[in-house]
């Protein structure tokens, strides 16, 4: 079979794929040359891809199987899989998205920023140095445990974090679209919220964790009046897809300090090769927010057992078996 590779992560992996199936082509697209992708796909029976459009899919009418990079397919247009192609995906991501989450609550609930870079300042503020200080005046900061984490979905990731934060302490609380549908990992729940009851999962967490997938009904879903729900020292982390939260509304909480910190590891615009995209907003003059270039989830590891999923597909689809992980 003739394989194209689009996605420039996963082609970086590529010898994990070819050491797993070996016998077929192996076609490579280079990001940096315009229609490379196209051309990839042009006569391909499998396409790699972590995004697809109509025009890359002018020439792959030999296309059987379309597998995505990861967990979200929402970069694959609908109208570029044809009908009848399956569509899959892969995972792996929940437990490196998990630890990032717990680095970044704990950077922001501890104020390691702030220690940070008073020391780089040469200050040494400490409640034995500044004695009796206002809390802005000395990096005050408060523990994870005992506090409560609010989950907004509960997938791979959500079931990944969950053990995490009940190991740290904390209480974890989850909103799903089915409240009472069970299954793994919510033995660790200490309270389930449906779709309709968003604020109050808000007015009850310390730290928000937005982890669902992004569609039309999921869109701009933490907007103005959702954060006005959370207490003024409540932590955002953002670890889905940028656009589930208002980012307007989102730069405002954290310029008035209606909230006390966010952690963004996913944004509202796409980057251009390494230069990061144009912001609306300057998050990065203000403190108190962890910035990542959506990198989460790469650890090494997510890479290599993604790959492993991706060559038992092939495997599969030469056998003429059902494959694994099918979207639609």
Do not use: K
């Not at 940028?242 to 300090?257: F, K, P, V």
């Amino acid at each position: 079979m003739r394989i194209a590779v689009t996605d420039p992560i996963i082609s970086a992996f590529a010898d994990d794929l070819r050491r797993t199936a070996r016998e077929h082509e192996w076609v490579i697209a280079d990001p940096e040359v315009p229609g490379s992708a196209r051309a990839a796909i042009d006569g391909a029976d499998v396409v790699i891809c972590s995004r697809l459009t109509v025009d890359d899919m002018t020439g792959g009418t030999r296309v059987r199987l379309v597998h995505a990079t990861g967990a979200g397919v929402d970069r694959v247009d609908a109208g570029a899989v044809p009908d009848g192609v399956p569509l899959c995906n892969t995972g792996h991501h929940g437990p490196a998205i998990a630890e990032h989450v717990m680095m970044t609550a704990l950077m922001l609930r501890r104020r390691a920023l702030e220690a940070d870079a008073q020391m780089r300042r040469g200050e040494w503020r400490t409640v034995a140095t500044v004695p009796g200080s206002a809390p802005d005046a000395v990096p005050y900061h408060r523990s994870l445990a005992g506090s409560t984490l609010g989950l907004i979905g509960f997938g791979e990731i959500g079931r990944s974090i969950a053990p995490l934060a009940t190991a740290f302490g904390m209480r974890v609380v989850a909103l799903r679209r089915h409240p009472d549908a069970g299954g793994p990992g919510t033995e660790l729940l200490d309270a389930v919220y449906g779709d309709d009851q968003l604020h109050a999962l808000l007015a009850e967490s310390d730290v928000v964790v937005v982890t669902a997938p992004l569609t039309e009904s999921t869109r701009g879903l933490i907007d103005a009046d959702a954060l006005a729900q959370l207490r003024p020292d409540a932590l955002v982390i953002n670890v889905a897809r940028g656009a589930l939260i208002d980012e307007d509304a989102l730069y405002d909480a954290l310029a008035e300090r209606r909230i006390g910190g966010a952690a963004i590891d996913v944004w509202w615009g796409a980057p251009e090769g390494t230069q990061a995209p144009p912001a609306v907003h300057r998050f990065a003059e203000l403190d108190r927010v962890v910035l990542t270039p959506h990198f989460s989830g790469h650890a090494r590891e997510v890479f290599t057992d993604r790959a492993a999923d991706i060559a038992r597909n092939i495997d599969l689809l030469d056998a003429g078996l059902p494959l694994e992980r099918r979207v639609r």
